[in-house]
């Protein structure tokens, strides 16, 4: 036992004077046990069980049966009957094409304009007005997605559209962006790409801001050339935030159904008909929820598949330890 | 169960483990009511999970923590009343430095009129009485340290616990914090946890010492009887700066003598304890204080008394403290110090130079490689 | 190589004023280091030099020329900062070598440069490695390396090694030692660390509120600091300070203080003004301790002593209600009791004296007659 | 600075404002629209100079339950993102300082669903809303819209909070501070930027949702954007002026709240995964 020297002075307190004897608890708290936690997380796995494993549970069961609210026969099990109707439909298929190559283009053009908008952006801290620039730069992005579908059918009109007049005016033809076979595609990929492509301006700039200040100091004293900059300096830092903004764009290009609900309807024909409207169609158009459940299913692993490379590229990141 | 014989707090046999990793190996430690006890270790020796154990904020996985002569380990942190002063500042932004400082004595319910009283009393004491209407965002570095600690003392109790409060601050401000608490400590009488891996700081503050190493205690008292007299190697390494020089050796006991072979030199010892009385071989480290490694000026040399070693070394490094400089050198592949004051007229070699040193044989101090435990010194010579 | 010069350099921040009105010329070929605590200026005077700040007023010349409005790249120097910076996804010798090939070089020449550096800085273990398989200390050498490497005509150092761990701190210390010996450059390296700065410097700037406060070599600054900041800045612990009064006497200047048992005589010193408030300053390696009274000794509390730097001891006095420190050898120390009455003397030549607005008072006591 | 330095900076400036504005153009045209004569919108000559009328915005603000549903817009929003937010905050105190075995796993799962496109979602709850009559009360949407914003605030949240040290719990235990003391008077004084983003981002996500309000709300819960989906389709011409009216006015709260908390709007886009601003 390291029993340490006795010493001369009894302890006779602090600064405030002692009171050795802690008061005691009459009883012991609520947030003492160990149940305390469990307490804490109670709201959210009720919303969790209600919200969530429910009506999970709710659909996968259901896309085992043939249900259609249209008519009266009760639900019948068909096994996996509507994942093979689904398998062999090749309208599905169709769509689900689109949409890859929907995210395709849009994220890809996305990226590449709020990469270069982005690196335009950097270095204009000081501008004048700033913040509003920036408000009317986002705001595509922060606007009910209904309301842009709209907006762009005013601007897309055949008619009285203003991106038709301009058309003619340089092209001198007229052109249904919408309503046409050649252009009703690249003409939602293009709304898409100006809505999102602030998200990617924004998160070029984030990326830019995660390069630690000496280091671009350091690449101005060394005299390295511009590009060498970028590839030795700027990209190491900047290119896992500029991943999370791609992979998060990608995900949530796989979700677009609102504005093209809005906008086409899916048409002209199934032109820019998309996974997400397809769902929908099949449950609220013609109530064949058992199908429509099938479909929600699929696009449900697609979803959580794109999620966990999110989140592993995040992890990856944070257990690597790169932020040095 | 042993008495705790007048100790305010006391860990026995103390172990922790996370998962499979040992923190802390039963240690027993016990410490008297108006101690200034040190827990000095190098970083990651354990001392912080120590203080945790004894503030309640972990359970020790076996072993008990006792306070004011009771078994506390069962006793939740809220309920043990000791003072604490976190290892970083822990100051809440939301509040302003008068009600960091008053925090504790809000929580425990002290009256208003007292409350202002005692944060004046701690506020003065730590000099920081023209700070209370601050936020601790517009606080220097220093400031907040002193804020911390006198929210830490702010406390009506006697046992305070601060978890090496002064790490990462600036070496002039180290300098004038050490003294303030050493004097609060003094003129409150109350008892001082204290945990720091710098060596002066434990030095200048500490009552009574303990090493910890790697979740051990390996030696524990009084700092000059630990700086002077170590029972262990790692206790002749860590108390006192610069580092203690070791040189690896051989101990070999024949014919009832002993005798250390090192790359430097060859001396005579005696043993700790008859134990090593008996012919023998044993793998060693040969400890001399840098300050008993000298400079000897080249005509001097011949002139050594029989009880020096003489040997000589390559200077690599001057490094100026101001009142004295450590010569950092290298004598063969061994790396040595030695400390040098300026106005004690000694030598002043240069930078590669090849120069003569000494040590006197009484100055050795011989472990163990493995165990680290003491089992020889130099024999001193009668006429020395 | 070149000298550097700053004409009235003013920088503002907001209403903090961080350099004001510096004046000063680093000399060619030699390495100042710029010394004060955190928030003296002497991060912003660095930063002004290497054009990566500008200044709200002034001017910065290399050589004869007027830098003030280049961008950093146009102004020839090398820069180490506080954090290791290096180049990602290359090796260490590519690290090294990346700023050289914006240079015009040859290939070998620049293969010889590289060389050269990791052979001063004893890279040649990790020439090859990634750069991410290094630790701080090593990154910060590759940092130095590739700043040396490109041979500017200045180079500066910001605070180094502050962000390495302790032994990596001696082994660049070592360094950095070796690589001034060799370069001919110009050298500012900045920090607030004393020791570091006395271990380096060819001459120390002291710092404090935005001024340097007196530039000297390191010895000469410590020995004989021109204010009670310098005094009480170098050291550890810095200089004792007392107050005590200079008065004249008849024959000459005399200084009382509590510390003194009896009026010091000065020389040097002013003769027949009026009694003035001055501070008594002595380091506290150079009062003398003892057990026994002795002539010029004062009677003293010592209230702890404690082992310190090389088993000196560091004592705490008080004599009235002056409250000071002295270090003294570890023989001395072991022959005081722990706490209780003993005896102090100032060795008059070693005190130095200040005025009330701390600058230096150009007197030196001399041992009563 | 010299002349020429000033004017390339002001070129650059230049530059930067006409990109910015170039983005913002069609919402404008909108805008313009919605201060535009009927004959001027479908003009086959777009109009850019005009004399506005505030015809259209007036014919908006008179309409039938115009205000019911902008009610309903701002009820169900601040509802449902308030009962996110505690919930959140109080999972995420959990998560980040008890860290309970299958933490990672609830709050991946959480992310996940929330990932998935609306309309593989909408099909079970509509049949849990209408099986157990919960569709079109006011209950069912804001707890709906609860659920919707929680994933968002937890990883919001939980990052904030796993930034806010272990040291402030602690200093507080010791000193006789109960866990509900510590959560509320302790953290989340130092959580509130969080809070906000989490606020503010989902907010502005339940103000512009459409889908669910569609399928699962009816005529006592609708809210603007349904209004307006109504309006887009109501046969062969929509009412333009109607439309550009409704929406200029719906536009306005997440204008402002972009411009006044433009700070934490990195943070709210990626749920927390990314930190700091712009």
Redesign the interface.
């Known amino acids: 036992m390291a029993q340490v020297g006795t010493r001369r002075l009894e302890g006779v307190g602090g600064i405030a004077g002692a009171r050795s004897r802690p008061r005691g608890r009459p009883f012991r708290k609520l947030d003492d046990s160990r149940f305390f936690p469990l307490v804490l997380l109670l709201p959210i796995l009720i919303f969790f069980l209600i919200w969530n494993v429910v009506p999970l549970l709710w659909l996968v069961g259901l896309s085992f049966y043939r249900y259609d609210l249209t008519s009266p026969e009760p639900a019948r099990w068909l096994g996996l009957d509507n994942f093979t109707a689904i398998y062999n439909d090749a309208q599905v298929w169709g769509a689900l094409g689109r949409t890859l190559s929907f995210m395709f283009f849009s994220v890809g053009l996305q990226t590449v304009l709020g990469v270069v908008l982005g690196l335009l952006f950097w270095g204009s801290s000081r501008m004048p007005g700033r913040r509003l620039a920036l408000t009317l730069l986002f705001a595509p992005m922060l606007l009910p997605p209904i309301a842009i579908g709209s907006y762009w059918r005013l601007i897309y009109d055949p008619i009285f559209g203003v991106l038709n007049y301009y058309a003619r005016e340089i092209f001198g033809q007229r052109y249904d962006f919408l309503g046409s076979k050649d252009y009703a595609f690249p003409a939602a990929v293009a709304v898409d790409v100006w809505m999102w492509t602030p998200f990617m301006i924004l998160m070029t700039l984030a990326a830019l801001a995660s390069v630690p200040k000496a280091e671009l100091e350091a690449a101005e004293v060394d005299r390295l050339p511009w590009l060498k900059r970028l590839w030795y300096v700027v990209l190491p830092h900047g290119k896992f935030i500029l991943m999370l903004g791609i992979l998060l764009r990608t995900i949530d290009a796989f979700k677009t159904t609102d504005m093209i609900f809005v906008m086409t309807k899916g048409g002209p024909g199934v032109k820019t008909e998309l996974i997400g409207l397809t769902v929908w169609r099949r449950g609220f158009a013609s109530f064949s929820m058992g199908a429509a459940s099938a479909l929600a299913v699929i696009a449900l692993l697609i979803a959580i598949a794109f999620t966990s490379i999110y989140l592993y590229v995040l992890n990856y990141r944070e257990t690597r330890g790169q932020f040095r | 169960m042993?008495d705790s014989?007048?100790?305010?707090l006391e860990f026995r046999g103390i172990a922790k483990t996370y998962g499979e990793r040992p923190l802390l190996a039963g240690l027993?430690?016990?410490?008297?009511?108006?101690?200034f006890?040190v827990i000095y270790g190098p970083p990651a020796s354990g001392k912080s999970v120590l203080l945790?154990l004894l503030?309640?904020?972990e359970t020790p996985t076996s072993g008990q923590v006792w306070l004011?002569g009771v078994d506390a380990t069962p006793i939740?942190?809220?309920?043990?009343?000791?003072?604490?002063v976190?290892?970083?500042f822990?100051l809440?932004?939301?509040l302003s430095v008068r009600d960091n400082i008053a925090?504790?004595?809000q929580?425990?319910g002290?009256p208003k009129a007292d409350r202002e009283a005692?944060v004046r009393?701690?506020a003065t004491?730590l000099k920081i009485g023209e700070l209370l209407g601050k936020r601790p965002d517009q606080l220097?570095?220093g400031q907040k340290q002193r804020v911390a600690i006198a929210?830490g003392?702010?406390?009506?109790?006697?046992?305070?616990v601060l978890d090496d409060p002064l790490a990462g601050l600036?070496?002039?401000l180290r300098?004038q914090l050490v003294?303030d608490l050493?004097v609060?400590q003094e003129e409150?009488?109350?008892?001082f946890v204290y945990t720091t891996s710098d060596p002066?700081e434990a030095?200048?503050?500490a009552?009574?010492?303990?090493v910890l190493v790697d979740g051990r205690?390996v030696?524990?008292?009084?700092?000059?009887r630990l700086?002077r007299s170590p029972a262990h190697l790692r206790t002749m390494e860590l108390v006192?700066?610069?580092r203690t020089n070791f040189v690896p050796g051989t101990l070999r006991g024949a014919d009832g003598a002993l005798r250390c072979e090192t790359p430097l030199f060859v001396a005579a010892m005696r043993p700790e304890s008859d134990a090593r009385q008996e012919p023998g071989e044993w793998s060693v480290s040969v400890g001399m204080?840098?300050?008993d490694v000298v400079l000897v000026e080249e005509r001097t040399r011949s002139s050594l008394a029989a009880e020096w070693l003489p040997f000589s070394a390559t200077v690599?490094?001057?490094?100026?403290?101001?009142?004295?400089e450590?010569v950092?050198l290298d004598a063969g592949g061994t790396p040595l110090t030695t400390?040098i004051?300026?106005?004690?007229g000694q030598a002043n070699p240069d930078?590669g130079q090849r120069v003569d040193l000494a040590v006197r044989v009484s100055d050795l101090l011989v472990f163990d490689a493995g165990s680290g435990r003491r089992i020889a010194r130099g024999i001193e010579t009668s006429n020395g | 190589m070149a000298e550097i010069r700053v004409q009235g350099l003013r920088k503002e921040f907001g209403a903090l004023v961080a350099l004001d009105d510096v004046s000063f010329s680093f000399p060619e070929s030699r390495v100042t280091c710029l010394l004060g605590p955190s928030g003296c200026g002497k991060t912003t005077l660095m930063r002004i030099i290497a054009g990566l700040e500008r200044a709200t007023r002034g001017d910065v010349y290399f050589g004869g020329q007027r830098v003030t409005h280049l961008p950093p790249r146009k102004r020839n120097i090398g820069m180490v900062f506080q954090y290791p910076v290096v180049y990602r996804g290359i090796s260490v010798a590519e690290n090294i070598e990346l700023p050289l090939k914006s240079e015009k070089l040859s290939k070998a020449e620049r293969t010889a440069r590289v060389a050269e550096v990791v052979e001063i800085l004893g890279l040649g273990d990790h020439v090859a490695k990634d750069i991410t398989q290094l630790d701080n200390g090593t990154r910060q050498k590759v940092a130095v390396a590739r700043a040396v490497a490109r041979q500017p005509r200045i180079i500066l150092f910001d605070e180094p090694i502050t962000n390495v761990d302790a032994n990596a701190k001696l082994q660049l210390k070592r360094a950095f030692k070796e690589l001034t010996r060799r370069l001919e450059q110009t050298i500012i390296y900045v920090t607030h660390d004393q020791t570091e700065a006395m271990t380096l410097a060819d001459q120390i700037a002291l710092m404090q509120d935005g001024r340097i406060v007196q530039c000297d070599a390191p010895r000469e600054l410590y020995n004989h600091p021109s204010d009670v900041f310098g005094g009480w800045f170098l050291g550890n612990p810095g200089m004792v300070f007392v107050d005590g009064t200079l008065s004249a006497n008849g024959s000459g200047t005399v200084v009382t203080a509590p510390l003194f048992p009896a009026p010091v005589p000065t020389a040097g010193g002013a003769s027949d003004e009026p009694a003035t408030a001055v501070t008594v300053g002595i380091r506290p390696e150079h009062i003398r301790v003892a057990t026994g009274d002795a002539p010029g000794a004062v009677a003293a509390d010592l209230l702890r002593k404690s082992i310190t730097v090389g088993r000196q001891y560091l004592l705490s006095l008080r004599v009235g209600d002056v409250a000071f420190k002295a270090k003294v050898t570890p023989q001395v120390g072991e022959s005081l009791p722990a706490r209780g009455a003993v005896w102090v003397t100032l060795p008059p030549e070693r005190v130095t004296l200040f005025a009330p607005n701390g600058n230096r008072v150009d007197a030196t006591l001399t041992q009563p007659r | 600075m010299n002349a020429t330095a000033r004017i390339r900076q002001g070129l650059y400036y230049a530059v930067l404002w006409g990109i910015a504005i170039v983005f913002f153009l069609p919402v404008l045209w909108v805008i313009l629209a919605a201060l535009k004569t009927k004959k001027q919108i479908i003009a086959k000559t777009p109009v850019w100079f005009f004399e506005p009328t505030l015809d259209n915005l007036q014919r908006v603000i008179e309409r039938e339950n115009f205000w019911k549903y902008l009610r309903m817009s701002v009820f169900l929003s601040l509802g449902g993102v308030m009962i996110a937010l505690v919930v959140s905050f109080l999972a995420a105190y959990c998560f980040s300082r008890y860290k309970p075995r299958g933490t990672n796993f609830l709050m991946f799962l959480l992310l996940s669903v929330r990932m998935v496109p609306a309309a593989a979602v909408v099909v079970p709850v509509y049949l849990m809303y209408a099986a157990f009559g919960w569709k079109d009360t006011f209950l069912g949407m804001v707890l709906f819209y609860a659920m919707f914003s929680i994933p968002f605030s937890l990883w919001i949240l939980k990052g904030f909070l796993d930034g806010v040290s272990l040291r402030y719990d602690e200093t507080a235990l010791v000193n006789g501070g109960s866990r509900l003391h510590i959560i509320f008077r302790v953290v989340l004084p130092q959580v509130k930027p969080g809070l906000v983003a989490a606020f503010i981002f989902n907010i502005i996500f339940v103000w512009n949702e459409f889908l669910f309000n569609y399928i699962i709300g009816g005529k006592s819960v609708t809210m603007v954007p349904v209004q307006l989906q109504a309006g887009v389709n109501s046969g062969g011409s929509a009412d333009w002026g109607y439309i550009a009216g409704l929406s200029t006015i719906y536009m306005i709260p997440p204008i402002l709240a972009i411009y006044a908390f433009q700070k934490y709007l990195l943070v709210g886009m990626t749920f927390g995964t990314v930190r700091g601003e712009v």
């Open positions: 042993p014989g007048g100790a305010v027993d430690l016990a410490v008297p009511a108006g101690d006890l945790r503030m309640g904020l004011r939740a942190a809220a309920e043990r009343n000791i003072g604490y976190p290892q970083s822990a809440y932004p939301h925090y504790p004595l929580l425990a002290t005692i009393r701690a004491m220097s570095g929210r003392i702010a406390k009506e109790t006697e046992i305070f600036d070496f002039k300098e003294d050493k609060l409150t009488r109350a008892t002066i030095l200048t503050l009552d009574n010492l303990a205690i030696e524990a008292g009084e700092p000059e700086y006192g700066f610069p204080r840098p300050e690599t490094l001057r490094e100026d403290l101001g009142g004295e450590i950092y400390v004051r300026h106005h004690a930078l």
